[in-house]
């Protein structure tokens, strides 16, 4: 396996690709990275409520993961990271997220509330790291 950076995006993010100059995933060797995933579509509009954007989110990631490795699932994933605008409101939401994706699986999380996302009706973004 090549330990050559690649780069990826998945279908309705292309325009974030040239308007911001950047990509949704990383493969190195069997090690994959995205960028923050938020709860937008294909359209890029954002989901109405925090935990449909948590959904849209999660989904986002896995996107962007088989977009690098078309076989990858959330079993591959190691890491999360989810940076959240109320952390009161969506903190128990990503659990059950987490669940719905595999009840089995257990990756590390590191959770921080902050005071804006990139998008200003954004509540949630996520970024993980998975390996192969």
């Known amino acids: 396996m090549s330990k050559e950076a690649q780069f990826f995006?998945?279908?309705?993010?292309?325009?974030?690709?040239q308007l911001y100059h950047y990509s949704q995933a990383l493969r190195v060797g069997n090690t994959l990275r995205t960028s923050g995933q938020g709860g937008w579509d294909a359209s890029g509009a954002l989901a109405a409520d925090p935990k449909a954007q948590i959904d849209?989110?999660?989904?986002?990631v896995l996107a962007?993961?088989?977009?690098?490795?078309?076989?990858?699932t959330w079993r591959n994933v190691v890491s999360v990271r989810s940076y959240h605008t109320d952390l009161a409101t969506t903190f128990e939401m990503m659990p059950a997220a987490f669940k719905a994706l595999d009840p089995d699986h257990r990756p590390l999380w590191t959770c921080v509330e902050i005071r804006r996302l990139a998008l200003?009706?954004?509540?949630?973004e996520i970024e993980v790291e998975a390996l192969l």
């Open 56 to 60: 849209q989110a999660l989904q986002n």
């Open 120 to 124: 200003e009706e954004m509540t949630v």
């Open 9 to 17: 995006n998945y279908p309705g993010t292309e325009s974030n690709a």
């Open 64 to 72: 962007a993961l088989r977009a690098a490795e078309p076989a990858a």
